[in-house]
């Protein structure tokens, strides 16, 4: 088998397996999806924002305490 049987084969697979896309149990979903407006956008990017604050505060105080009060020399 040459390489360009190879590669053709190769590539006859790839778009078996893409070919089902938008057909199966997903493709409501991905008929329904739409590009977010500006506002959605930014909001979505606050409430990431805020959540990775809390987190990283959170962790930080863990961090803290551990510090502090189990300190291993």
């Known amino acids: ?3 360009e049987d190879k590669a ?3 590539q006859q697979n790839l778009e078996r397996r893409f070919s089902s ?3 199966g ?3 409501r979903i991905l008929r329904m999806a ?4 500006r506002d ?3 909001k979505v990017l606050v409430i990431t924002a805020v959540g990775l604050l809390i987190i990283g505060g959170v ?3 863990i961090y803290l305490l551990m510090d ?3 300190k291993i020399p």
């Open 1 to 3: 088998m040459s390489i």
């Open 8 to 10: 053709e084969e190769i």
């Open 21 to 23: 896309i938008g057909k």
């Open 25 to 27: 149990k997903y493709a």
């Open 34 to 37: 739409r590009k977010p407006t």
């Open 40 to 42: 959605e956008y930014i």
């Open 59 to 61: 962790g930080f105080i």
């Open 68 to 70: 502090v009060y189990f």
